[in-house]
């Protein structure tokens, strides 16, 4: 899978697509507002009055694991609920049997491949906008993470578990292959912000302003159009597609399933926790 290629949500305006199921994401983006806002305004008191902002907010066209502006061309760098997509599935996972994820049953060598995948795709990220930001250039990201070190805390990744148990029963049912299944894994990490710390140190290009955890609940987009499996749908469909093919699989027929498995877990609401880990940094040199 060329993640890069395959890496966008549901597109246009339908029932399915992300700009009609993205409320969640909007309201993070509100709840982090106020770091941005106070990014923008110290990098502004520092501006002479007739220098023009240059601003990206990335996540739209090219991979940002690649080199994508000139050198010292960006004031500031915005991005949300993007960057725990890693660039690749981790090398070395073939062990993770029964999951599509990380979860408490995944061997420690999966979750350190995991780890390490993450690792090295943000330090890349890292040097690339480096090259890119002026100096004293702002940059504010919020990833989906953790909230502290326990691999095992549920979270947004308990959304991916409900998938692995849609995907088992379609296999009972022969609707799909198991061995197809096996072989799938998301290209996702959610790090806790010591992790992300810690790289950010390691890599040595940005000072750390602010550092800071919010959460939201799945059920919190009380929306009455708002529907948790369309929602889901919207950034799960392209991967499923990409992987599966939509002949193999039949998407709608996989949603219906989706939404039964979250009919007969009464607490799937509940349990879905986003961690949202924003860092506010500042180029060195
Ligand atoms: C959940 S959406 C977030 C979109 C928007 N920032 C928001 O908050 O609603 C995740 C976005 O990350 C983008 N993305 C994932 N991996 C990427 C990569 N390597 N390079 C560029 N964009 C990437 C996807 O294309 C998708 O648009």
């Given at each position: 899978m060329e993640v890069t290629k395959v890496l966008h949500m549901?597109?246009?305006?339908?029932?399915?697509?992300?700009?009609?199921?993205?409320?969640?994401?909007?309201?993070?983006?509100?709840?982090?507002?106020?770091?941005?806002?106070?990014?923008?305004?110290?990098?502004?008191?520092?501006l002479s009055s007739r220098e023009t902002i240059c601003i990206a907010d990335l996540g739209v066209a090219g991979s940002f694991y690649t080199r994508l502006f000139p050198s010292n061309s960006l004031?500031?760098?915005?991005?949300?609920?993007?960057?725990?997509?890693?660039?690749?599935?981790?090398?070395?996972?073939?062990?993770?049997?029964?999951?599509?994820?990380?979860?408490?049953?995944s061997p420690a060598s999966v979750h350190k491949a995991y780890y390490e995948q993450f690792e090295r795709d943000f330090v890349t990220f890292l040097k690339y906008r480096s090259e890119e930001l002026m100096k004293n250039g702002r940059m504010v990201l919020t990833m989906l993470g953790r909230k502290n070190e326990d691999r095992f805390s549920q979270g947004c990744s308990y959304e991916w578990e409900l998938l692995a148990t849609t995907l088992?029963?379609?296999?009972?049912?022969?609707?799909?292959?198991?061995?197809?299944?096996?072989?799938?894994?998301?290209?996702?990490?959610?790090?806790?912000?010591?992790?992300?710390?810690?790289?950010?140190?390691?890599?040595?290009?940005?000072?750390?302003?602010i550092l800071k955890t919010s959460e939201i609940q799945r059920n919190s987009c009380d929306d009455e159009k708002y529907d948790m499996a369309k929602s889901f749908r919207s950034v799960a469909e392209p991967l499923l597609v990409s992987h599966f093919g939509h002949d193999e699989l039949n998407m709608d027929q996989v949603f219906h399933k989706y939404n039964q498995v979250i009919a007969n877990d009464r607490k799937a609401m509940e349990k879905i926790m986003f961690v949202n880990v924003t860092i506010s940094l500042t180029k060195i040199n």
């Open positions: 549901n597109g246009g305006m339908g029932d399915a697509s992300y700009a009609k199921n993205s409320l969640l994401q909007q309201k993070v983006i509100l709840m982090t507002k106020s770091i941005t806002d106070e990014a923008i305004s110290s990098l502004y008191n520092n004031h500031f760098v915005h991005s949300s609920y993007s960057l725990h997509w890693l660039s690749q599935v981790p090398d070395g996972i073939k062990n993770n049997k029964g999951n599509i994820y990380l979860t408490s049953t088992k029963l379609l296999i009972a049912q022969e609707s799909i292959d198991a061995e197809k299944v096996d072989s799938f894994n998301v290209p996702a990490y959610n790090p806790s912000p010591s992790e992300v710390m810690h790289i950010v140190e390691k890599e040595r290009s940005f000072t750390i302003d």
